[in-house]
């Protein structure tokens, strides 16, 4: 029972970063939008850098920013959604116990396809904001990030054998 409810908040903490993520995102819009703009443009990668990648025109920015903010809250609503789910099944035998957990893993496997995929491969890779200052500090958190979604995603999916 006690690791069964390690599982749930482990995910619903997960699920409230991801809605102060995007609440914090959405509250400084601006400065957001500043990021994504440089990043897309390569304005500040090294001299030599392939800027055929670059992504124009900007203002496609907007878009960008309220399609991260859409997918940050949708993985905050499966993560908290997604434990309420589990805890209400904690009691339950192992396969009931598993099938709550469905709704968790979808959350998890969006933000490591967000993180990673997104920002990590996209931003870090393809727009080189690793070249960046301002884009490396991102890349960094982005990896960092991704990497404990694929942990938790790990850790909730561990089979229940038996009934604790």
Not at 9 to 28: H, P
Not at 123 to 130: T, Y
Not at 133 to 139: D, H, M, N, S
Request: with cysteine; charged share 10%; glycine share 6%.
């Amino acid at each position: 029972m006690l690791l069964r409810l390690i599982k749930v908040l482990v995910s619903f903490a997960f699920g409230i970063f991801a809605a102060m993520v995007c609440f914090n995102n959405f509250q400084d819009s601006p400065a957001n939008l500043a990021y994504i703009e440089t990043i897309i443009s390569m304005v500040d990668t090294f001299p030599t850098s392939p800027k055929f990648r670059a992504f124009f025109p900007l203002e496609a920015a907007p878009t960008f920013l309220i399609i991260i903010l859409a997918i940050q809250g949708f993985i905050a609503l499966m993560l908290i959604l997604g434990s309420a789910r589990m805890l209400v099944s904690i009691n339950r035998p192992a396969d009931a116990f598993s099938r709550s957990k469905t709704t968790v893993s979808v959350g998890y496997c969006i933000a490591i396809l967000l993180w990673f995929g997104v920002f990590v491969v996209g931003a870090g890779e393809w727009f080189l904001a690793w070249q960046s200052e301002l884009g490396r500090g991102a890349i960094n958190t982005s990896y960092n990030i991704s990497i404990i979604a694929f942990l938790g995603l790990i850790f909730v999916n561990q089979r229940e054998d038996h009934y604790e």
